[in-house]
């Protein structure tokens, strides 16, 4: 699996950014789909998923409200628009395949190579 993040930068608190994450190597409509970030100096964390169909989604409490995941099967991408980001939101995003349900952290899960997003107060 190939995943390739874009759509990152630089953004006021308060402000929005839209990611993409452009999927190969793989039959994209047959998995569920996540994205997952790391803040500097943490662990990564669970930010929202999507199923294969893009019926259903979730998300983390923080992100609830002010972030939205979806997803294009025809075109092999997963977006994740962000609005009323804050300082908090600053970290590495990496979209992730979700394979066993774990939310793009299991062990068969693969990651892209991530896109940093900053938000300055």
């Known amino acids: 699996a190939r995943l390739v993040e874009s759509g990152g930068g630089l953004v006021q608190s308060g402000g929005s950014l839209r990611l993409s994450c452009v999927a190969s190597g793989f039959t994209f409509g047959n998995y569920g789909m996540a994205w997952v970030r790391r803040p500097l100096g943490k662990v990564p964390e669970w930010v929202s998923t999507?199923?294969?169909?893009?019926?259903?989604?979730q998300s983390a409490d923080s992100v609830k409200g002010r972030f939205t995941i979806s997803r294009d099967n025809a075109k092999n991408t997963l977006y994740l628009q962000m609005n009323g980001l804050k300082s908090e939101d600053t970290g590495v995003y990496y979209c992730?395949?979700?394979?066993?349900?774990?939310?793009?952290?299991?062990?068969?899960?693969?990651w892209g190579p991530g896109t940093q997003v900053t938000v300055s107060s």
């Open positions: 992730a395949t979700d394979r066993t349900g774990h939310n793009g952290m299991g062990p068969s899960d693969s």
């Open positions: 999507i199923d294969r169909d893009g019926f259903s989604t």
